[in-house]
């Protein structure tokens, strides 16, 4: 199976430096400092001085440091790892070019073929690198077929990435993040509304109610908003 190599950036919107990276780990539900080590590296000590992690993932921009809305996407896949277990940077890297070797993708971590055979491969290897047992296996494979779950391509390329929110059920997803609507700001995807505006004017002391029919939405949809925004 092989879906060809794609070029690594494009003047796609979803290609686009848009995230700061504390607003990029914000949204994602991430520490700042693990975002900044996936997509710039980090330093840490060894006998000699200092070695040189390298990142997991092509920044769009390194100076100044911002993301794309196709980064956001690959951290969110990373953080299936994270989610269970600390990730082996050496250990993605490795499972993530062995894979893309096999199957000749680029840009595996953007793949929808993650969610078929391109998944399983790139977990086995991964799985066997960090000497995960069988269960951790099939534990680590349910959580990130979750997280994929979340993420919605269209012509081999994802377009929107719905977030998790607290108590959230996977079937309803209210709260999506899309490079086209909102300049790709969180919003409650029925009717393209801004989180943070949403937020804003709950904090000015209006009601959930109030809120919820100036914008056409579900007072549910109003406080999933208030939800994502308060935890993220």
């Known amino acids: 199976m ?7 950036a494009t003047n796609e919107p979803h290609d686009q430096p848009a995230y700061a990276l504390a607003e990029a780990a914000r949204y994602l539900k991430l520490p700042t400092a693990t975002l900044r080590a996936w997509t710039f590296g980090r330093q840490y000590p060894t006998a000699q001085g200092e070695g040189q992690f390298r990142p997991l993932i092509r920044p769009a921009s390194n100076r100044p440091p911002l993301l794309s809305f196709s980064n956001l996407i690959e951290a969110h ?7 269970e277990h600390g990730v082996s940077v050496k250990a993605v890297r490795d499972a993530v070019r ?5 199957l000749n993708v680029d840009r595996l971590l953007l793949s929808p073929e993650l969610r078929a ?9 991964y799985g066997e690198l960090i000497n995960l047992s069988a269960s951790g296996q099939l534990a680590m494979r349910q959580v990130l077929n979750t997280h ?8 081999q390329s994802p377009i929107r990435l ?5 108590g959230e059920a996977i079937a309803e997803m209210p709260i999506a993040i899309d ?11 029925s009717r393209g509304v801004s989180t943070a505006a949403i937020v804003g004017r709950i904090d000015a002391g ?13 007072q549910e949809e109003v406080k999933q908003a208030v939800l994502y925004e308060r935890a993220a």
């Open 148 to 155: 994929l779950k979340r993420v919605t391509w269209e012509d």
């Open 117 to 125: 055979e391109a998944g399983r491969i790139f977990l086995d290897r």
């Open 77 to 83: 896949v990373l953080r299936a790892l994270r989610t």
């Open 206 to 218: 209006e009601s959930v109610a109030a809120v919820a029919a100036d914008y056409a939405l579900s």
């Open 98 to 102: 062995f894979a893309e070797r096999k």
């Open 2 to 8: 092989s879906t060809g190599r794609r070029p690594a």
């Open 162 to 166: 719905h977030p998790f929110v607290m």
């Open 179 to 189: 490079p086209r609507i909102a300049f790709g700001r969180p919003t409650v995807v």
